[in-house]
């Protein structure tokens, strides 16, 4: 138990020593979004009953940086120390794969929901939404974190240079967060559109912690649990499987 708290706690305090880049940037960041967006739309997108668009983007931009900066922190603190050569003292430890995966994706975990904490909180100088579920909002928020934390893993695992981790990043999992509906409800998307949103992932993680906030989603909240949790499943399998193999670390 000591050893992967001591990764954990290595891992926690690597971000959190430069957080004025990796806390308050994505915080300022989020909040422009909501600024531009919800002043130019404020009045021409309808969503839902008695909601403004403020309000409405208030959660998707929270559980948007969120997304983002559990996977950004296992993806780039995994290449940073492959290309580095610094990954070899952690090599050198008598640690498990579990450990290497508890330690990495708990500490993108809590990277992910301090930013969105932070996203929240300034927020609230601009719309005040509500807490229908309180409970749907800390499961989808961990559940969320959990699942982009251990995607990043992957992704890190997998990428031998920052040009492939980018093209991950930015081909991949930056589409898919920003067409998950976090700027809109898929409602008012054409049928096509819509069905291409339902076989995004990201979409139930949006909707769901957006059902914790106002009590009403584009899905029921017990489907995207299920999606969400099952997606979670495969690719932690996915990433334990890499870690007790040695993929590219070991060799």
């Not at 531009?36 to 409405?56: M, N, P």
């Not at 990433?239 to 670390?249: C, D, E, M, S, W």
Request: no cysteine.
């Amino acid at each position: 138990m000591t050893g992967w708290q001591t990764l954990f706690y290595k891992e926690v305090l690597r971000f959190w020593k430069v957080s004025f880049q990796t806390v308050a940037a994505p915080v300022l960041t989020a909040v422009l979004y909501l600024l531009i967006f919800g002043h130019v739309l404020e009045d021409h997108v309808k969503v839902y009953d008695r909601i403004s668009y403020t309000a409405f983007l208030v959660p998707g931009l929270v559980m948007m940086s969120v997304l983002q900066n559990a996977f950004a922190n296992s993806s780039s603190s995994i290449i940073q120390s492959k290309i580095m050569g610094s990954l070899v003292f952690v090599l050198l430890t008598p640690l498990s794969h579990w450990a290497w995966f508890v330690a990495y994706v708990g500490s993108s975990v809590v990277r992910g929901l301090v930013v969105g904490l932070g996203v929240f909180i300034v927020t609230l100088a601009f719309a005040r939404p509500e807490f229908a579920a309180p409970l749907w909002i800390l499961l989808f928020a961990l559940l969320g974190a959990a699942l982009l934390a251990t995607l990043g893993l992957i992704a890190g695992l997998w990428a031998d240079k920052f040009d492939q981790m980018a093209a991950f990043q930015n081909f991949i999992i930056v589409p898919m967060t920003f067409l998950s509906g976090v700027f809109y409800s898929i409602q008012s998307l054409q049928p096509f559109w819509q069905t291409v949103s339902h076989l995004n992932p990201f979409f139930y993680m949006i909707d769901g912690f957006r059902y914790g906030f106002f009590g009403q989603s584009d899905v029921s909240p017990w489907i995207s649990l299920g999606i969400v949790g099952l997606a979670w499943l495969a690719v932690s399998a996915l990433a334990v499987h890499l870690l007790r193999t040695g993929y590219k670390i070991r060799n």
